[in-house]
T-cell receptor, first 112, second 111 residues
């Protein structure tokens, strides 16, 4: 029972263009959502988060959008850079805390 | 500030053996969580310890156990290893709630 789904295993984008990574969830009790980035042989690193009381959060080139009615969130990276090439995990929790439910990840490749 | 440190980084065991993995959190962090990452499955939550008490537990069999010491360091143990236990085991620490800081993981191979 996958409560958090990332339906695109991979995404390829040209440098300078927008990358859009998508995530769907089924548990309506989730109220905190996060994106993590992972390079090979490293642990995931926190990227950006959003609380369910918001529908948008920005941090530099990264913006997360939340559509609660559709149970959908997306991560926009503008402009994309080759260093953004990594695996991106969407995660959710029922509380502002530590039991995160992760999606399977999306491999982003940014071509120069 | 030193990051989250996990040892060992790599290990190979055979079926039926047991294994203990160690995690040293960021100084001052009292919460330690453990996750299992397998190909195509993302990260699956094992358990979380806060101030030496298990605060949350995932849906893993009783062969998976953990503990936290008074200095916040944590260990997880897997007994009677199975081939399917081969995975990257990630430890994450936090101040209590909010952003998790992950270690580089311990890659376990079960033969």
């Amino acid at each position: 029972d996958q409560q958090v789904k990332q339906n695109s295993p991979s995404l390829s984008v040209q440098e300078g263009r927008i990358s859009i990574l998508n995530c769907d969830y089924t548990n309506s009790m989730f109220d905190y959502f996060l994106w993590y980035k992972k390079y090979p042989a490293e642990g995931p690193t926190f990227l950006i988060s959003i609380s369910s009381i918001k529908d948008k959060n920005e941090d530099g080139r990264f913006t997360v959008f939340l559509n609660k009615s559709a149970k959908h969130l997306s991560l926009h990276i503008v402009p994309s850079q080759p260093g953004d090439s990594a695996v991106y995990f969407c995660a959710a929790s029922e509380e502002y805390g530590n039991k995160l439910v992760f999606g399977a990840g999306t491999i982003l490749r940014v071509k120069s | 500030k030193a990051g989250v440190t996990q040892t060992p980084r790599y290990l190979i065991k055979t079926r039926g053996q047991q294994v203990t993995l160690s995690c040293s959190p960021i100084s001052g962090h009292r919460s330690v969580s453990w996750y299992q990452q397998t190909p195509g499955q993302g990260l699956q939550f094992l358990f979380e310890y806060f101030s030496e008490t298990q605060r949350n537990k995932g849906n893993f069999p009783g062969r998976f156990s953990g503990r936290q010491f008074s200095n916040s360091r944590s260990e997880m143990n897997v007994s009677t290893l199975e081939l399917g236990d081969s995975a990257l085991y990630l430890c994450a620490s936090s101040e209590g709630t909010g952003e998790l800081f992950f270690g580089e993981g311990s890659r376990l191979t079960v033969l």
